[in-house]
C-alpha cells in the first residue's frame, strides 16, 4: 500500500511539474506559432489583421496638435507633459503564450494615454501586497501628509474610490482644477466650480486630475518614482526592453526625502504618460493573462488580478483603472473581458476563458468590439 501511495505521489508530481512547463512564457526573444499550429482559423485571423490595418485612427500623426483640439473647450487647458508624433497601425495576437499575428512597427515607443492607468493601477496592486497599503478599504488622508485630502468631502475619500474613479475629489493639483477636466457641456465655469459635489463611491466620473491624486497618493505610500517600481516589481521580470519611459508633468516634481522625484500623470491628457512599444505592452498583458505570475515568479498576488475585474458599484463597465465587457457591450466577446485603453485606439485586452492577449495601436475606437470579435471567432 505505501508503495502504491508513493508511486502515486511520483506521479502527480511529474503530471504538475509537466503542466507548469507547459505554460509557455517568452523570454528575450518571443516565439511564435502558426494558426494551424494553434487551430486557429487562418481566414478569419487574417481578416482581423485587415481590420486593424485597414481602420486606423484618424488623430492626427502630431499628437500635441491632437489632443489641443480635442480638448480646447477645456478652460485655461495646456500641454504640460512631453508629447510625441505617433505611428502608424501596429499590435500583437497572442494565444496560449506564442505570438499569432503581429503587424506595423511592433518595437516603436509611442505614448500610450489612458492605458497608462492599468499600470498605475499595478503599482497601487504592488503596494497592498506589500502592506504599504492595508486595504483599498481605507481613508488616503490617512497615508498622504498633506492637506490635499482634508475637509469634509475629501477626507471620505478612500483608495477604492480613486481606483474606480469615483472619489469626485475637489481641489488643484499642479495647476490643474479638478472641474475643468472634461466639464459638462452646460453651465459657466462658475457653476462647475460650485457643483454639488457627489458621495466619494457613488457616482463614476473620468477624470484625469483625480487620477494623478492616485499617482500623487502613491508616491507618498512608495516614497520613490512610481516608474522605478514598475520597472523593478514588473517590467524587468518579465523582459521588457530598456525602451519605455513614464512621464509627470514639468511642475510635478516633489521633494521625497530630500530628493526631487517627478509624480508621474495618468494618462496623456495634458502630456505625459506611459510611452511604450506594442511588444512591452504585450508583455504586461500577458501577465496578467498569467493571472500575475510569470514563470515561477508571482510578480503581483492573483488576488489582486481578480480585484481590478470586479464592477464597480458606479460603473459596472469599470474596476480598478480597468475597463470591463461585464455589460456586453463588444458584441459575441465574452464578458469576462477586461481590457486597458488609451486615446487614439491603444488597447491591451485580457480574454482568459480562451487563453487570448490582444495588444493594437492606433485602431478607431469603433471598430475593436468587432476585432476581438473576429479573433475570438478564429478560436472558435
Known sequence: MRKFILSLLIVVTISSFTFAQSIYFPDTTWQTKTAPQLKLNQVLLDSAVRLAINNENKVEKDLRIAILKSYANEPDYKIIGPTKERGTAAGIIVKNGYIVAQWGDIN??????????????????????????????????????????????????????????SSDWSGTLFGLHDWADRPPREGTIDDW??????????????????????????????RKPLPQVLKEKIMDPIGASTTWRWYGYDNSFLNIDGIMTQSVSGGGHHGGGLFISTID????????????????????????????????????????????????????????????????????????????????????????????????????
Open 108 to 165: 516603436r515607443v509611442d505614448m500610450t494615454f489612458s492605458a497608462t492607468k492599468s499600470f498605475l493601477s499595478t503599482t497601487a496592486g504592488l503596494a497592498v501586497d506589500k502592506g504599504l497599503i492595508k486595504s483599498t478599504q481605507d481613508y488616503v488622508q490617512n497615508y498622504v501628509w498633506d492637506e490635499t485630502f482634508r475637509g469634509p468631502h475629501n477626507s471620505k475619500i478612500t483608495w477604492d474610490h480613486l481606483l474606480t474613479q
Open 193 to 222: 466650480k460650485k457643483r454639488k459635489l457627489n458621495e466619494p463611491g457613488t457616482f463614476y466620473k473620468y477624470n484625469d486630475v483625480r487620477v494623478n491624486i492616485l499617482a500623487y497618493s502613491l508616491l507618498q505610500v512608495w
Open 281 to 380: 505592452m504585450a508583455r504586461f498583458g500577458l501577465l496578467f493573462l498569467r493571472n500575475g505570475k510569470w514563470n515561477n515568479q508571482q510578480l503581483i498576488s492573483e488576488k489582486w488580478v481578480n480585484a481590478v475585474q470586479q464592477p464597480s458599484l458606479a460603473n459596472k463597465e469599470y474596476g480598478y483603472l480597468w475597463w470591463l465587457n461585464s455589460t456586453g457591450k463588444w458584441k459575441n466577446v465574452s464578458p469576462t473581458v477586461y481590457y486597458a485603453a488609451g486615446y487614439g485606439g491603444n488597447y491591451i485586452v485580457i480574454d482568459k476563458e480562451h487563453d487570448l492577449l490582444i495588444v493594437t495601436r492606433w485602431i478607431d475606437d469603433s471598430k475593436i468590439g468587432e476585432l476581438v470579435a473576429l479573433v475570438t471567432k478564429s478560436i472558435n
